[in-house]
């Protein structure tokens, strides 16, 4: 039975053109673009020409591309600068309950150390936020609003040009982490209003260890990092050029090919989520129905572990996700699902199913062959006996 691969949300795998690209600038074109000979000229001009190609795509000036480690980076650099920095003008923070750890993580840490205030807006049953309650959050010592464009647990997309609107109607900055959007949806920074964009390579088969902040000018920002002064003085280090030689060529793609790609996506979604819904007793797809990415199926499986279903399948080869990859070592509950109004016991049994370029019909139709037998195996021990009109109001 061949690799079943239902989680390319957590990361995928390098597209060959991206390789056979990046491969030039580990062996030939190698120089560091801080050195003033052929080897550094020619390395920076590769790194100027991937600037002006990322503007391009997503509508912004050359000079407002900062390339990052990641997309982990890009959001602290993005929160903890402008909070740095506008600190007198006001330490009051908005974000919502469902962000990536990215996010909260770094706004638990300016409440705990730097006396900033959080306000987390909530989700409503479908784990959608209401602009108009990021709107009543907002104070006068509000500085910037964090909010995601697309959830990586739950795949829901959320309202941002309505909240970009809302944040420049009140003169708050607004950010958005948009690393599940890239390839789906539409990342250009005119038509969302947003301040600053995150994006990542490894959502669409770009390398692992580069991520990208847009900051619009005029917006001021502390780094993080200093040193060499690189990245316009906001992230120092020697840029990783065939990372983002890389990263740009499969965003390219990812834009070239993403219209194709969302309608053959959505059909194998659909099709995960009833064949699932409909042969499996007591479970439900969490997040809305339509209003989600494309490769993205949530599904909360009553009275058994997520954990334990994970190990199961993983000995047919079939291999799925019970959240963020990034917090998958912990045993705490999604903090997605229970966002969205879920008791804990039903957060416990949720399942992330995101599809990629190399699923097709025969892997989720191989895949049910193992999945309702492992449900009922493992409800048959559980001490749990739930029922799903209980726990859905």
């Known amino acids: 039975m061949r690799d079943k691969y239902f989680d390319h949300s957590a990361t995928t795998y390098v597209r060959p053109e991206v390789v056979e690209i990046m491969q030039e600038y580990y062996s030939e074109k190698y120089g560091n673009p801080g050195s003033f000979h052929y080897k550094g000229l020619e ?4 790194l100027n020409s991937a600037r002006e190609k990322f503007a391009d795509i997503i509508g912004s000036k ?21 909070a740095r920095s506008l600190k007198k003008q006001g330490k009051h923070i908005i974000t919502s309950t469902i962000e990536h750890h990215a996010v909260m993580d770094t706004c638990d840490y300016l409440e705990r150390h730097e006396d900033y ?4 807006v909530d989700v409503n049953k479908d784990g959608i936020i209401d602009p108009e309650s990021v709107r009543k959050a907002i104070r006068p010592d509000t500085i910037l609003i964090s909010i995601m464009y697309a959830n990586n647990e739950i795949g829901t997309i959320q309202p941002i040009k309505k909240i970009a609107k809302i944040a420049k109607e009140n003169d708050v900055l607004i950010h958005t982490d948009a690393c599940q959007a890239i390839g789906a949806l539409d990342i250009n920074v005119q038509d969302l ?19 990208m902040l847009y900051l619009r000018k005029g917006v001021r920002i502390v780094p993080l990092i200093h040193g060499g002064g690189q990245e316009r003085n906001l992230r120092s280090g ?3 050029v065939p990372g983002i030689i890389g990263f740009t060529k499969a965003v390219e793609l ?6 194709e790609e969302s309608k053959r996506l959505i059909k194998l979604r659909d099709y995960l989520i009833k064949r699932v819904t409909d042969e499996v007793p007591e479970c439900w797809l969490n997040g809305h129905p339509e209003k989600r ?13 997520g954990e334990a279903i994970i190990l199961l399948l993983n000995e047919y080869k079939v291999y799925v996700s019970s959240g963020s990859a990034c917090t998958s070592k912990t045993l705490d509950p999604s903090h997605v699902i229970v966002s969205m109004g879920l008791p804990y016991e039903a957060a416990h049994g949720s399942i992330r199913f995101t599809l990629g370029k190399i699923n097709t019909k025969k892997d989720i139709d191989d895949m049910m062959e193992v999945l309702p037998p492992i449900i009922k195996k493992l409800r048959g021990i559980s001490p749990v006996h739930l029922k799903a009109s209980e726990v859905i109001k």
């Open 43 to 46: 390395a920076n001009e590769a």
């Open 62 to 82: 050359s000079d407002e591309i900062i390339f990052t480690g990641g997309g982990t980076e890009s959001c602290n650099l993005a929160i903890k600068g402008v």
């Open 117 to 120: 205030e959080v306000t987390y």
């Open 193 to 211: 209003g947003v301040d600053m964009m995150t994006l990542n390579a490894s959502k669409i088969y770009g390398p692992k260890g580069v991520g």
């Open 238 to 240: 020697t840029e990783n």
């Open 254 to 259: 990812a834009q070239e090919e993403k219209t």
């Open 293 to 305: 990415l494309p490769n993205n199926a949530n599904i909360t499986f009553l009275n058994v572990e």
